[in-house]
């Protein structure tokens, strides 16, 4: 039970701890039962001791005795000793003109003093306590999903495994057979021929026989014997019959199948936010989801400029542009129908184009924590990653990828669609299905059917965060794909619906969309709060991604500008 917010018991005698109060001990300031008053007053007889009724205590404090008069009390505190003093004290040599204050006023003040910490311990570090504890058994609830699914993932790559390898023996069982047809072939051919050669060669002997036989002189004379052509042999066929060389299994296999990442526990000092009186307590992305390297002090608290300003324009020479995506805090990459261009941000100079000859390159590219660029192919179905060159990571057979976000834990979050109906989004390792998202637990979808602009990315506190044109919202799950909530514009000040295109978070977990109509971005918390709009004089923003400095980057569609916008302190 609280004992801060539980019924409060009848008071209890201080000695034997069970009889309810009766009297109490001026002297002492000890609450007692009748039956304990006599084994009180004998326990010290050197003291007076005034026992009254409980109703009739007095609230005056009990002044410690003083250790050099000690017929005193002392009432007084000396601020240069640090110790208590009587009147007998203040009048001698040693505490002549020392700085002397009531004890009762020092008594008031850390009353003070000690009830402000009761309130902090009570309204701000108890409630904050809980939160912590909350936090850590929402994580250990998540460690049995987590753990789940690397089961599920490891039996699925196993299940391929056997797929790929009764493929494989199929097929080397085939090679077999053809290649022993084949020596067949050979080696019958071979043994035709010497049994040929080994018939004539008999019929050559009895025409021979035949003619030794006969008195034909002149027969005999003329008779020709041809064996050169029976003395140069036939070649011998040395077969060496196709062997199996399988590779050894135990030092090729746990290689070759993969690995698990162990999970990672590291302790961050910054990790929680003190909770306050009015507010809730903030915590950095949970650090046991994230790798070692991955996990940090939270950062610096940073305010919002009352006027964001454009710190530099980017012109691209799109036709129409609609994506950017930081490489790094010097380069950024940018999409749109003239296909994937890298730029230097402080030069505004062209580094690098890729080719994407009849490809769908809109506003679907995202860079992974190792700096590969990732972009989906709406018409051929796949998703694809670059490093020194293009490898095709993700392919659909029935879907459509509409837009993807790397992820904290190096996963690949995809928007795709199939029919007019659904929409939803998917998580993969590598190819490797590991969650879908697709329906509220009512049963009701949670993103608007086909042909819509949706954007995705993950939040700091591992929420997915899809900016949904076709419900005109921001709709936000937390990680294991429960619905948080629907953010659909600041209606107080907005005239327009919501028309979010591009969707970014920052070190805050700050979420930013661009909102296509009202030429602006929206600036919401985490828990779905309008904080501010950022403005500048954007024309028709789509693109969004923050650098490590939480400098915005806004892709302009009609203008093809790139800018880059200062919104913090």
Known sequence: M?????????????????AVVQMHCNTCLVNLCKACVGEHISTDESKDHKVVKFQARKSTPLHPGCKIHAENSCELHCKECDIPVCAACIVSKKHKEHDVHFLKDILARKKTAIQKEINELEESIYPTYLDIAADVQNTLSQLDVKYEELSIAITKHGEDWHREIDKLVKKLKSEVEEMKNKDNETLKTHLSNVETCTSKINEDVDSLRKSIDSYDVNK?????????KYRILPSKLNVSTAQFSPLAIQEQISELFGKIIPTTISADKHGYTMRTAQGSLETSSCPLMEKASEAGSSPPIKQLLDEPETVTTINTGYRELYSVACQSDEEIWTSGNDGIKLFSISRGSLLQSLSTTSECILNNIAVTKRGDLVYANYFSKTVNIVKKQKTEVIRFKNWNPLTVCTTSSADILVV?????????????????????IQ???????????????????????LDICVADNGFHAIVVVNMTGKLRFRYTGHTLAQTNLLSPRGITTDSQSHILTADNESNCIHIIDQDGQFLRYIDCGLSEPWGLCIDTNDNLFVAEMQSNQVKKIRYKK
């Open 439 to 461: 329906f509220d637990n009512k049963g009701k979808p949670l993103y608007s059917p086909r042909g819509l602009f949706k954007h995705i990315t993950e939040n700091r506190n």
């Open 416 to 436: 795709i669609e199939k029919g007019e109906d659904d929409t939803k989004v998917v998580r993969y390792s590598g190819a490797t299905e590991k969650q879908t």
């Open 220 to 228: 005999i004379l003329n008779l020709q014997i041809d064996l050169k």
């Open 2 to 18: 609280d004992p801060r917010t539980s019924a409060q018991d009848v008071m209890r005698c201080d000695l034997c701890e069970t």
